[in-house]
């Protein structure tokens, strides 16, 4: 099966190195992988040890974070490197001050991963979520390395739990240790025999208590906000935002704050034909003009997590797609939280809804019918950050047991 693991990888590589010529985001994952040796081979000391940190993308590089600031101010000499496997964590990402050094992770090929880790004195391996890589892990365990799953979450129909899926829970058997955000998931890598787990919980809590504790002041958005009602959109992709501009159209005495998963031109100017209110662009207006407008809209990076706290409620594009995005940011902030009907696969989500505080919506009428309602609702904002504090405390549990 390793030998059949390995020819799958090869091809893989291959056709992310076809598609580059027709997609940016292959280009970057294809160019930015085969460039990660020598970039290592420039960054690291070695003399010195690292503890390594892997994240696929942006989600689950936000769920590590916490837990490399947390080392750091435990030991401020620790090294750190930080490896992505997806363009859309590591071009945001590739200059996170946190880590010392910073790439994506090299296919994982055997002859790659052999010169890794003779580049690398690796300390200590932390994986984020998933991303599991037989190769990686194998050597790993060969090395007798310390490996580390954080934030993990395991549901019934992986690969692992079928009984053909024998390969897949030897590259569980790597790990020293796995912190999981359940006791579901607890209790289905106890079926399969692996019982040197901790339910941790998820570290994405403590990161969105600490990122609304030192939230940036954004005085544009203050002053649109100002004695309105203020619906905030955070991370839409366009099914959502078919429903939300109908509704913001439809509902004059509202006003709304979109900010779109991806900010490219075309996509901004889409949104801007489908409005049929007066709206402003974030990075073209200002204080006084802002005023005048009905909607606005954010067509910048890095401010979503302060500009929720202006709003009442919240709604969480993805849900009509893959998934949601990132609820708890919104959450945090006392305004309860909406999303479309694909969210089942993430816990804080179903917890929200158990808690009164998230709530789903599948068709115009039932998004318009909860939103209004939401509005008035100041309990379902309470239970929000209730939840988000009751979940707390992964990321010094974590720490203190590893380190």
């Not at 619906?231 to 935002?241: A, C, I, M, T």
């Not at 949601?324 to 694909?342: C, D, K, R, S, Y």
């Amino acid at each position: 099966m390793q030998y059949l693991y390995n020819i799958v990888i090869r091809l893989y590589g291959a056709v992310i190195g076809v598609v580059a010529l027709f997609s940016s985001k292959a280009q970057k994952r294809h160019i930015g992988g085969r460039a990660a040796l020598r970039y290592l081979k420039k960054k690291i000391d070695p003399n010195v040890s690292y503890v390594w940190f892997h994240a696929a993308s942006l989600g689950e590089f936000e769920q590590g974070r916490p837990l490399m600031e947390a080392l750091k101010r435990k030991r401020p000499d620790a090294k750190i490197l930080l490896t992505f496997f997806s363009p859309s964590g590591f071009e945001i990402r590739k200059n996170y001050e946190g880590a010392d050094a910073v790439c994506y992770l090299p296919l994982d090929i055997p002859e790659n991963v052999s010169n890794f880790f003779e580049i690398v004195n690796v300390q200590c391996a932390i994986f984020i979520k998933y991303e599991f890589w037989a190769n990686y892990l194998k050597k790993l365990r060969e090395l007798k390395i310390p490996t580390y799953l954080v934030s993990g979450v395991f549901r019934e129909k992986q690969m692992f739990f079928r009984p053909s899926g024998n390969f897949f829970r030897t590259m569980l058997m790597s790990f020293t240790r796995m912190f999981v955000q359940d006791v579901s998931s607890k209790n289905l890598l106890a079926s399969i025999g692996l019982t040197n787990v901790d339910v941790a919980g998820d570290t994405r809590f403590d990161r969105v208590i600490e990122i609304a504790g030192r939230a940036q002041r954004l005085p544009i958005v203050e002053a649109f906000a100002e004695g309105a009602q203020v619906l905030v959109v955070g991370s839409s992709w366009e099914p959502d935002e078919d429903l939300l501009l109908r509704y913001i159209n439809n509902n004059r005495e509202k006003k709304m704050i979109i900010a779109p998963h991806e900010i490219s031109a075309n996509r901004i100017e889409s949104i801007c034909g489908k409005l049929r209110r007066t709206f402003a662009l974030y990075t073209e207006t200002n204080v006084q003009e802002v005023k005048k407008a009905d909607c606005l809209i954010i067509n910048t990076m890095g401010i979503l997590s302060a500009v929720y706290q202006h709003g009442q409620l919240a709604y969480i594009g993805g849900g009509f797609g893959a998934g949601i995005h990132n609820t708890l940011e919104a959450a945090t902030w006392q305004i309860p939280v909406v999303f479309g009907p694909n969210y089942h696969k993430f816990k804080e989500a179903q917890g929200l809804i158990d808690a009164g505080a998230g709530f789903s919506i599948a068709s115009y009428r039932h998004l318009e019918d909860t939103i209004n309602a939401l509005f008035f609702d100041k309990e379902a904002g309470k239970k929000a950050a209730d939840y988000v504090r009751a979940n707390a405390g992964a990321t010094e549990f974590i720490v203190n047991e590893i380190f």
